[in-house]
């Protein structure tokens, strides 16, 4: 069982930056492909970025040349570099893990998300 907790969200004008982060427990974190999805308010979820375990990364083309996925191994983390945020952006953040099947999963694993207000 792996459990991911999102942490770094918040109120951000546009044109600033954040970033998030998705720890995970559990030995196997190193195996996993991990994702990052988001749902903003009437909308469905869909996918923002992933990175597998050999460190291969995934964008969105809504997001490619503005976000960066990355992940540190020994610290069982997943990061979430967003720049140049747009009032677009603004969605609750989720992260997502498992073995690979494709940028978009299935995951077995989703963290409770984290909110992210991008103003204009």
């Not at 998030?20 to 979820?45: D, H, I, V």
């Not at 992933?50 to 992940?71: C, E, H, L, P, Q």
């Not at 995951?107 to 998300?113: K, L, S, V």
Request: net charge positive; hydrophobic share 30%; proline share 3%.
């Amino acid at each position: 069982q792996v459990q991911l907790a999102e942490s770094g969200g918040g109120l951000v004008q546009a044109g600033h930056s954040l970033r998030l982060s998705c720890a995970a427990s559990g030995r196997t974190f190193s195996n996993y492909a991990m994702g990052w999805f988001r749902q903003a308010p009437g909308k469905e979820r869909e996918f923002v970025a992933t990175i597998r375990s050999a460190g291969g990364t995934i964008y969105s083309d809504s997001v490619k040349g503005r976000f960066t996925i990355s992940r540190d191994n020994a610290k069982n983390t997943v990061y979430l570099q967003m720049n140049s945020l747009i009032p677009e952006d603004t969605a609750t953040y989720f992260c997502a893990g498992g073995p690979w099947r494709g940028s978009r999963g299935p995951y077995d694993y989703w963290g409770q998300g984290t909110q992210v207000v991008v103003s204009s």
